[in-house]
């Protein structure tokens, strides 16, 4: 413990680059100090945390005669 206070910041560098450290006091190991995860894929829930959506190459034109109908045009 008392070497981790000492060389707080030169550990933290260290573990920061990739060597983690553990703190121990009398002997018996407290923490472990890891570097951080840079980047978080987000995780998706409900039906999008399955497969990723797929949009078809003709999605603007889904229905495209029955809707111009609906509305009295002529597609």
Known sequence: ???AKTHLSRLV???AKGEPFIIAKAGKPMVKVVPMEEKRTPQ???FLAHEPMVIPENFN???EDEIAEMFGVKP
């Open 1 to 3: 413990m008392h070497e």
């Open 61 to 63: 034109r889904w229905c």
């Open 13 to 15: 560098e260290k573990a």
């Open 44 to 46: 998706r829930s409900g």
